[in-house]
C-alpha cells in the first residue's frame, strides 16, 4: 500500500478504493493535529467537519455544531459573526477577529472551494488562537502606559523641584537632596542646612519656604556673622524706647517680630555668640522674645531655618557651641554636596550663568568645548558662587564671542590642570608624566585658541611639524587610555 508522502494527491481518480481510505484517514489524522482550529461547512453553510483543536479553542462540542447551518450558530450567538456566510456572500476569502465564551480571541480565515461551474461547494474555514499575543500587545500597552506615567511623573517631580528661578540641578545626588527638602518643607519643623561656603544654602532655605504653608508670608535672612556683637541682640528681637543711647526713640521691632508667620533663615549660626545662643534657644523652645529694654514676652510664630558651613559637633565638644541648641536646630539635617562631589550640575550651571550675565551685559558669548572641559576638572572650592563669578569675569573680560580655556582665570583654573594640581592634588606621578601633561594642556589650548596649527605653533615657539607630532601623540594617549 503507498503511503500518503509517495501518493500524489492530484491523481486521486486512479487510485483504488483501500488506497484512497487510508489517504482520507492520514488527511483526517492531519486535520486532527493541527495546532490551529479547522472548520468545514458545505455550500449552503451546514456544518460538515471541526476539529479538536477548534474544539479546545471554541469551548464548543463537535457533537452540538454537526450539522447546524451557520446562520442559526449566528443568530443564537454560538458564534459573534461568521466568516462562512460572508465567504457565501461575497465568493472571496476574508479574514475576521472573533472572539469566544472560553475567553479566547481568534483570527479567523475562511477559504471557499469552488466545482467546476464556479459554486461554491464547501468553506474551509482556520482558527488560530491569538489570545497570547492580544494579551501581550495588552501587557505591552499597560507598560508602555507605565512608562509614559511613569516618565510623566519624573517630569512633574523635576518640574516642582526645580520651580524656583535659582535652582540649576542635573545632578542625581542634588536632586535627592531637593528632593528630601521639598518634603521637609510640607512638615513645619526646623531645619539645619550643613555645607560649604557657596554651595547653595541660601536657595535651598528658599526653596523650603516656597514649598511651604507659609509660602505667602515673610522670608528674612538673617546673617549671623555679618551683625556686629554688641548690635545683634537688637537686630534680632528689637528694642523698647530709650534701650540705650543713640537708640531710637520710638524703639525698634526686632527681625524675629518681622518674620511672624513667615520664615526666618540663620545663616552662619555658628557664629552667634553663646549668650545669643540661649536666647535663640528660648525662642525655639517657648515660642517668644523679649526686646531689649522690654519687660514684657512677645509671642512669635516663626519657622527657623539655620545653615552653617561649620562643624557644629565639634564647636559643641570645645564649649564653642551650646549643646541644647545644636540638638534643637538639628532636627532635619540637610547637607548640601560642594559642587565637586556634583559635577554634572557644572555645566548646565555654567551654561545658566553664561546666559544670565549675556542678558545682563547684553552679549553673545558661548563657551568653547575646551573651556568648559576645563570648568568641569576644576575643584571649585569656593562652589557655586565662585563659578558665578568667574563666569560673569570671562564674560565681560573675553575678547571674542566664543570664551577659549585661554579666558578662564589662569590662577583659578589652569592651575587645576597643570603643573600646580601636582603640588596640591597628585604626588605620585613622575616629573616627565607632570611636564608631559602640562605640554598637552599648553598644545591643546594654544591650538583651541588659534584655529590651525601654524598659529598655534608660532605661539608656542615651536615648529608645526612637532607640533603636529606631539599632538598626535597625545591624543593617540588618550584614546589608548579610554
Keep these: 500500500m503507498q503511503t500518503i508522502h509517495q501518493f500524489d494527491l492530484c491523481d486521486l481518480d486512479n487510485a483504488d478504493t483501500d488506497t484512497l481510505k487510508a489517504t482520507i484517514r492520514r488527511l483526517y489524522d492531519i486535520i486532527e493535529c493541527s495546532y490551529d482550529g479547522i472548520y468545514i461547512t458545505d455550500g449552503d453553510a451546514n456544518t460538515i467537519f471541526l476539529n479538536r483543536s477548534y474544539e479546545k479553542i471554541t469551548g464548543m462540542k463537535k457533537k452540538e455544531m454537526i450539522g447546524k447551518n451557520m446562520e442559526y450558530l449566528e443568530k443564537n450567538k454560538f458564534i459573534s459573526k461568521s466568516g462562512t456566510l460572508m465567504v457565501l456572500r461575497s465568493k472571496r476569502s476574508i479574514t475576521i477577529q472573533q472572539s469566544f465564551k472560553t475567553g479566547k480571541k481568534v483570527l479567523v480565515s475562511s477559504s471557499p472551494i469552488f ?11 482556520n482558527v488560530r488562537d491569538v489570545t497570547e499575543l492580544y494579551e501581550l500587545k495588552e501587557q505591552l500597552e499597560k507598560n508602555k502606559e507605565l512608562t509614559q506615567k511613569y516618565y510623566s511623573q519624573v517630569a512633574a517631580m523635576r518640574n516642582q523641584l526645580l520651580n524656583f528661578s535659582d535652582i540649576i540641578v542635573e545632578d542625581e545626588k542634588m536632586l535627592a537632596t531637593l528632593k528630601a527638602s521639598e518634603k521637609v518643607a510640607r512638615v513645619d519643623t526646623t531645619v539645619l542646612l550643613l555645607g560649604e561656603t557657596g554651595v547653595g544654602k541660601e536657595v535651598i532655605a528658599k526653596y ?3 514649598n511651604s504653608k507659609r509660602k505667602d508670608k515673610s522670608f528674612i535672612k538673617i546673617n549671623c556673622g555679618a551683625i556686629p556683637e554688641n548690635l545683634i541682640e537688637s537686630e534680632l528681637f528689637g528694642y523698647e524706647k530709650g534701650a540705650f543711647t543713640g537708640a531710637n526713640k520710638e524703639g525698634k521691632i526686632g527681625l524675629f517680630e518681622l518674620a511672624d508667620t513667615g520664615t526666618i533663615f540663620l545663616d552662619e549660626v555658628g557664629e552667634l555668640p553663646l549668650d545669643m545662643q540661649v536666647k535663640l534657644l528660648r525662642v525655639l523652645q517657648e515660642g517668644e522674645i523679649k526686646r531689649v529694654g522690654g519687660i514684657k514676652n512677645i ?4 519657622r527657623v531655618i539655620a545653615a552653617t558651613n561649620r562643624n557644629l559637633e565639634d564647636m559643641v565638644r570645645k564649649k564653642a557651641f551650646r549643646e541644647d541648641l545644636y540638638y534643637r536646630l538639628n532636627v532635619i539635617p540637610i547637607t548640601i554636596l560642594p559642587l565637586r562631589k556634583r559635577r554634572a550640575d557644572i555645566e548646565p550651571l555654567a551654561k545658566y550663568f553664561l546666559q544670565m550675565f549675556n542678558k545682563k551685559y547684553d552679549f553673545n558669548k558661548k563657551i568653547s568645548s575646551g573651556a568648559m572641559e576645563s570648568l568641569k576638572r576644576y575643584e571649585w572650592p ?16 573675553s575678547t571674542g564671542n566664543n570664551i577659549l580655556r585661554s579666558d578662564l582665570p589662569i590662577k583659578e583654573i589652569w592651575s587645576n590642570n597643570g603643573v600646580h ?11 616627565k608624566q607632570a611636564v608631559e601633561n602640562l605640554e598637552k594642556n599648553l598644545i591643546e589650548s594654544a591650538f583651541e585658541e588659534c584655529g590651525n596649527v601654524r598659529s598655534a605653533a608660532k605661539k608656542l615657539g615651536i615648529d608645526a611639524s612637532t607640533l603636529v607630532r606631539k599632538r598626535k601623540k597625545y591624543n593617540n594617549r588618550t584614546m589608548l587610555q579610554k
Design 421 to 431: 594640581q601636582i603640588n596640591s592634588v597628585n604626588m605620585n606621578i613622575t616629573l
Design 208 to 210: 523650603v519656604h516656597k
Design 382 to 397: 569656593g562652589n557655586v558662587r565662585e563659578l558665578k563669578n568667574i563666569i560673569e569675569r570671562v564674560v565681560i573680560m
Design 115 to 125: 466545482d467546476d461551474d464556479k459554486n461554491i461547494i464547501m468553506v474551509v474555514t
Design 299 to 302: 509671642k512669635v510664630d516663626v
